[in-house]
């Protein structure tokens, strides 16, 4: 009888903790080939003239690739690495090491599902399976207490339905040992340059990098779990950019936040588990309405545009509006690849309200530069914070509280660069 070999396509969920798609390969099949593919598409030259992907969030993708494959090779296994079109190159695998069913995590955004979509259609052809799973909410679909049709459109009322009438399932056991074919050329990881990214130029004033892979997420999840003036910050816990690439999973989130209260007897009012449901909100919502949240009418109408918006955009992403608060918080980002939540909503508020601007670019000018940038939680938050989302009135539960320091100190860090340092990398 012949072996049994499934191929596991990692997306986002660079992860072995925690990973279905793993642990279900692992336990039924012989051998296990685990691929990651680096897709053009997502390093092209985006609307706003820069890349799709920008060169931090690039970098930290590279950097979450590299430990996924460490991590796997502490299992005496080993990561193939490809670049190229994943319906072509999937096919290719599939026919060189005579794989039987390929593994995935289902997307909800459109450039994700199209992707899939196109890879089931090349493997169908040659006779071979792409089985779905749901690996990146805190909540399980199945688990919800109304189908995905019927979910409240209402933030407040989606979070008392699940919390109330909904558990979090157990986290997923991680493999005792992966067996791999015989692999003659596992591939080379990329070079920002070969992804056609520009190398991103740290700022000083940035403070400790942002460091890709699953090893780093783990770490940054005990560091807020031990630390209490972490814990209590009003922003976030600073997990996105590890969830957005599924270097940790929501759900062990969840359960290492659950069991840390229980242990050291602290109520269950940690803003982590708001932050983490947003999350899951955002990509049932996308599940359910696609498309309409990339229009700037959104579910409504679209907000008054000025007339020389093209201009005060420009002025908007080079931090030259004149509003400190504003200017300081998109030299942050040009600069990191990161701002606080508080940020986010006021830089948006700003364009959107003030400058009149249509929502969409700002949207996509996040694309390129977040390093956590994840389609649903970036697209509903600004159409929220236009007016034009599914829900607009549950400001209490989305508003982040304003930072612990001062705008006076963040500004000051953060004024436009001197000494050469540039603010628009």
């Not at 990329?190 to 520009?198: A, F, S």
């Not at 950019?241 to 969840?254: D, E, F, H, K, M």
């Not at 649903?376 to 159409?383: K, L, P, R, T, Y």
Request: aromatic content about 12%.
């Amino acid at each position: 009888m012949s072996e049994k070999t499934i191929l596991v396509w990692f997306r986002n969920d660079l992860r072995i903790h925690d990973n279905e798609i793993l642990s279900e390969a692992v336990r039924r099949a012989d051998k296990v080939l685990p691929v990651f593919i680096f897709d053009p598409f997502y390093f092209k030259t985006g609307a706003c003239g820069g890349c799709k992907t920008g060169s931090f969030r690039t970098r930290f993708l590279l950097e979450s690739v590299a430990n996924l494959r460490q991590n796997l090779q502490a299992f005496g296994a080993e990561l193939v690495i490809r670049t190229g079109d994943p319906a072509e190159v999937l096919v290719q695998l599939a026919e060189e090491f005579q794989i039987s069913e390929v593994y995935h995590h289902r997307e909800v955004a459109p450039d994700e599902t199209t992707v899939s979509e196109r890879v089931e259609e090349a493997l169908w052809k040659k006779q071979l399976n792409l089985k779905h799973f749901i690996g990146h909410t805190m909540y399980h679909k199945e688990d919800l207490p109304f189908p995905i049709k019927d979910i409240p459109d209402s933030f407040v009322t989606f979070k008392k339905k699940v919390e109330r009438d909904s558990t979090v399932r157990p986290v997923v056991a991680a493999p005792e040992n992966i067996v791999v074919p015989e692999i003659a050329d596992a591939g080379e990881l990329p070079t920002l340059e070969e992804l056609g990214v520009p190398q991103p130029i740290d700022d000083p004033r940035a403070g400790d990098k942002i460091i890709g892979g699953e090893t780093e997420a783990l770490k940054r999840l005990h560091a807020y779990l031990s630390n209490t003036a972490i814990r209590n910050q009003p922003n976030s816990s600073g997990l996105g950019p590890w969830l957005a690439v599924g270097c940790i999973s929501t759900r062990q989130v969840y359960w290492e936040v659950l069991n840390h209260q229980k242990e050291n007897h602290l109520q269950n009012a940690d803003p982590l588990m708001l932050e983490l449901l947003w999350r899951d909100y955002f990509r049932f919502m996308f599940k359910k309405h696609g498309q309409q949240f990339f229009r700037s009418e959104g579910f409504g109408s679209a907000p008054d545009i000025a007339d020389n918006q093209d201009e005060l955009f420009e002025r908007w992403t080079k931090g030259q509006t004149g509003e400190p608060y504003i200017d300081a918080a998109m030299h942050q980002l040009n600069a990191t690849g990161y701002i606080s939540n508080y940020a986010r909503q006021a830089v948006a508020a700003y364009l959107i309200k003030d400058l009149q601007v249509d929502w969409t670019k700002g949207a996509l000018y996040f694309e390129e530069k977040l390093i956590d940038y994840s389609p649903a939680s970036n697209w509903g938050n600004w159409a929220f914070v236009a007016g034009v989302g599914n829900d607009t009135k549950s400001n209490r539960f989305f508003n982040a509280a304003k930072s612990a320091q001062s705008d006076d100190d963040y500004i000051g860090t953060w004024a436009p660069a001197t000494d050469g340092i540039s603010t628009t990398a």
